[in-house]
């Protein structure tokens, strides 16, 4: 069973940065596409930023590129997302998502393994 672990939320200064970890386990996730998704209050779940486990491929929201960056680490089966020059419109639960995909792209409802989330909070 795909259990997902996401670790490293915390309360920043508007311009800093955080570093969120996603702990993958229970699959081999060679063929998987692995997610970040936010939601702050009152809004819906919006996508954030996938990266393709086995080319590393990645796709990002208008609205963190340049600012945000998935990464995996495929010895510790862990996914990343360094967010950078964090704004108060940053501030939300952010979760990992995972599932298989041919294509790095994908829809929020298509991802079926979601982990608990983590909240990140910016102060202005």
């Known amino acids: 069973q795909v259990q997902l672990v996401e670790s490293g939320g915390g309360l920043v200064q508007a311009g800093g940065s955080l570093r969120l970890s996603c702990a993958a386990s229970?699959?081999?996730?060679?063929?998987?596409?692995m997610g970040w998704f936010r939601q702050a209050p009152g809004k819906e779940r919006e996508f954030v930023a996938a990266?393709?486990?086995?080319?590393?491929?990645?796709d990002y929201a208008d609205s963190v590129k340049g600012r945000f960056t998935i990464s995996r680490d495929n010895a510790k089966n862990t996914v990343y997302l360094q967010m950078n020059n964090l704004n108060s419109e940053d501030t939300a639960v952010y979760y990992c998502?995972?599932?298989?995909?041919?294509?790095?792209?994908?829809?929020?409802?298509?991802?079926?393994?979601w982990g608990q989330g983590t909240q990140v909070t910016v102060s202005s």
């Open positions: 990266i393709r486990w086995s080319s590393g491929r990645t």
């Open positions: 998502a995972a599932d298989q995909f041919i294509t790095v792209v994908a829809a929020i409802s298509e991802y079926g393994y």
């Open positions: 229970g699959r081999t996730f060679t063929r998987y596409t």
